[in-house]
């Protein structure tokens, strides 16, 4: 696929680095930190106010570990290696195990949370969502390439949206923020051209249906 990236216009330059800069902050390593602190910084029911008092800087350190720092360092180190041409991951062959990778840190990490005491269930519901994303993006990209972004963002947004019910919360505001992120990503990737538009809109609904799919499914099996 040809990324105007490789020969930008003149005029686009400046477009192609700032499409390659949203696609860098708001990527699938960094979402999942933004889902979680948004829930946790904006949720108002009693439980999630324990939470902002007691394990503030436990769960966002715990989130920050296993889903950004973890595996950047597992990316970076297979691009030194070889094992990846890319950190986009453009070949479909590169994925696979790099989704595996990511359901098991974030499982791992659903798991410490159900064993910190009077924690909120929204945070390893919504981990646990996650998990179940990648675990359907990895049985799509053997059919054909989905967007992980696309995904992540679709993820976010299903967030925000279940998490308003849940928790009893105004996240109106998070709600917008996610679309206008869905919004800005979903250009970036279709500008770059790293995805056609049925991939990062497929990966899209794929992750809000997943994400809340799984959400609901944590609290119907433990709780």
């Given at each position: 696929?040809?990324?105007?990236?490789?020969?930008?216009?003149?005029?686009?330059?400046?477009?192609?680095?700032?499409?390659?800069?949203?696609?860098?902050?708001?990527?699938?390593l960094t979402l999942p930190v933004l889902g979680i602190s948004g829930i946790l910084f904006w949720g108002e029911s009693?439980?999630?106010?324990?939470?902002?008092?007691?394990?503030?800087?436990?769960?966002?350190?715990?989130?920050?570990?296993?889903?950004?720092?973890?595996?950047?360092?597992?990316?970076?180190s297979a691009k030194l290696m070889g094992i990846i041409e890319s950190w986009d991951l453009r070949k479909q062959s590169?994925?696979?195990?790099?989704?595996?990778?990511?359901?098991?840190?974030?499982?791992?990490?659903?798991?410490?949370?159900?064993?910190?005491?009077?924690?909120?269930?929204?945070?390893?519901?919504?981990?646990?969502?996650?998990?179940?994303?990648?675990?359907?993006?990895?049985?799509?990209?053997?059919?054909?390439?989905?967007?992980?972004?696309?995904?992540?963002?679709?993820?976010?947004?299903?967030?925000?949206?279940?998490?308003?019910?849940?928790?009893?919360?105004?996240?109106?505001?998070?709600?917008?923020?996610?679309?206008?992120?869905?919004?800005?990503?979903?250009?970036?990737?279709?500008?770059?051209?790293?995805?056609?538009?049925?991939?990062?809109?497929?990966?899209?609904?794929?992750?809000?249906?997943?994400?809340?799919?799984?959400?609901?499914?944590?609290?119907?099996?433990?709780?």
């Amino acid at each position: 696929m040809v990324s105007l990236w490789n020969h930008p216009p003149p005029p686009f330059k400046v477009l192609s680095k700032l499409a390659h800069l949203i696609s860098g902050i708001f990527s699938p390593l960094t979402l999942p930190v933004l889902g979680i602190s948004g829930i946790l910084f904006w949720g108002e029911s009693a439980d999630i106010y324990i939470a902002r008092s007691y394990y503030v800087w436990l769960i966002l350190a715990t989130i920050l570990l296993f889903t950004f720092i973890f595996p950047f360092i597992i990316l970076y180190s297979a691009k030194l290696m070889g094992i990846i041409e890319s950190w986009d991951l453009r070949k479909q062959s590169e994925r696979p195990l790099m989704y595996l990778l990511g359901i098991v840190f974030l499982t791992f990490t659903c798991r410490y949370f159900m064993q910190i005491p009077l924690l909120s269930a929204i945070f390893p519901a919504t981990v646990i969502g996650g998990a179940v994303v990648l675990g359907m993006c990895l049985c799509l990209n053997f059919f054909f390439k989905i967007s992980v972004h696309g995904a992540s963002c679709g993820a976010l947004f299903g967030v925000f949206i279940l998490g308003s019910f849940i928790t009893h919360s105004d996240l109106w505001l998070l709600t917008s923020l996610a679309a206008l992120i869905s919004g800005l990503v979903g250009f970036s990737r279709l500008y770059l051209g790293e995805h056609t538009p049925f991939q990062f809109y497929t990966g899209w609904g794929v992750g809000i249906l997943a994400q809340i799919i799984g959400m609901i499914g944590f609290y119907y099996f433990f709780f």
